[in-house]
Nanobody, 121 residues
Framework: QVQLVESGGGLVQAGGSLRLSCAAS????????MGWFRQAPGKDRDFVAA????????YYADPVLGRFTISRDNAKNTAYLQMNSLKPEDTAVYYC??????????????WGQGTQVTVSS
């Protein structure tokens, strides 16, 4: 079992930056791939980024490629999402997820409760 808690969301102006954190409990954190997803009002939850258990492999959705960076620190049981050059369309609730590498983009096993990110124009 893995419990995930996101933090770091908030209100930021367009062009600004935020760093989200995802703190995980459980001794098996380092064996899971980690992912970030987001859900805007009235829309489906979308994949944002993923990272393998070792950090050697990362993958990004096209809308955030070049602006967002996913990372992890297995010693701290924490994953991060650095978000730069934020746009109003990045406004959403951001969720952290954990799961098997091959399924992290489509079917994670564990979810956090979400953190709100609002980007003003």
């Amino acid at each position: 079992q893995v419990q995930l808690v996101e933090s770091g969301g908030g209100l930021v102006q367009a062009g600004g930056s935020l760093r989200l954190s995802c703190a995980a409990s459980g001794r098996t954190f380092s064996s899971y791939a980690m992912g970030w997803f987001r859900q805007a009002p009235g829309k489906d939850r979308d994949f944002v980024a993923a990272i393998s258990w070792s950090g050697a492999w990362t993958y990004y959705a096209d809308p955030v490629l070049g602006r967002f960076t996913i990372s992890r620190d297995n010693a701290k049981n924490t994953a991060y999402l650095q978000m730069n050059s934020l746009k109003p369309e990045d406004t959403a609730v951001y969720y952290c997820a954990a799961g098997e590498t091959l399924r992290i983009r489509g079917a994670p096993d564990y979810w956090g409760q979400g953190t709100q990110v609002t980007v003003s124009s």
